[in-house]
């Protein structure tokens, strides 16, 4: 008897374990971090929530508690795609930042979201290479976060 009930225990377990690869894999989207010239992964958070673009400068993204790290030195929660705009917040060392939207026409579409950062004339630079079916590839500067203040990546509605 107490063999069958440990039987059906690990069967369970398996199932249960089964079923969420299944799901991470079918479902989400990947995110690769890569870091050159002496940077580190330990040092990126990437932040996925809702940063308007009717704001008066880039400050306002950094106090908006309702948004999810979705990777902080490594993946820490699953990635879904959500239909329409996805914003993330990039930032490297809790002192660089770059804030983009992700434009998505089908929440069952998938994508592999790829960010190197790099050194470059004593600046942080972010290379994004977004593959699915709305690529996104850009490179650029990231911002210093204490001139947030003064900053405004995206324009206001007027």
Do not use: C, W
Not at 43 to 51: A, L, M, S
Not at 90 to 96: E, G, H, T
Not at 98 to 105: A, L
Not at 117 to 135: R, S
């Amino acid at each position: 008897m107490k063999k069958n009930k440990l039987t059906l225990i690990v069967v369970i377990i398996l199932i249960a374990l089964a079923i969420v690869v299944f799901l991470k894999f079918t479902f989400t989207n990947q995110i690769n971090v890569h870091t050159l010239n002496g940077l580190t992964n330990k040092k990126v958070k990437i932040i996925k929530g809702t940063f308007t673009i009717n704001r008066k400068n880039d400050e306002e993204i950094f106090n908006k508690p309702s948004n999810d790290i979705i990777y902080n030195g490594f993946q820490n929660k699953l990635l879904f795609s959500e239909y329409g705009e996805n914003d993330f917040l990039i930032i490297y060392d809790d002192k660089y930042y770059y804030q983009f939207r992700h434009f998505i026409f089908n929440r069952n579409n998938h994508f592999s979201y790829n960010y190197t950062f790099f050194k470059k004339n004593n600046f942080i630079y972010l290379k994004t290479d977004i593959q699915g079916d709305e690529n996104l590839h850009f490179t650029l500067k990231m911002n210093p976060i204490n001139n947030a203040k003064n900053q405004l990546l995206n324009k206001r509605i007027k």
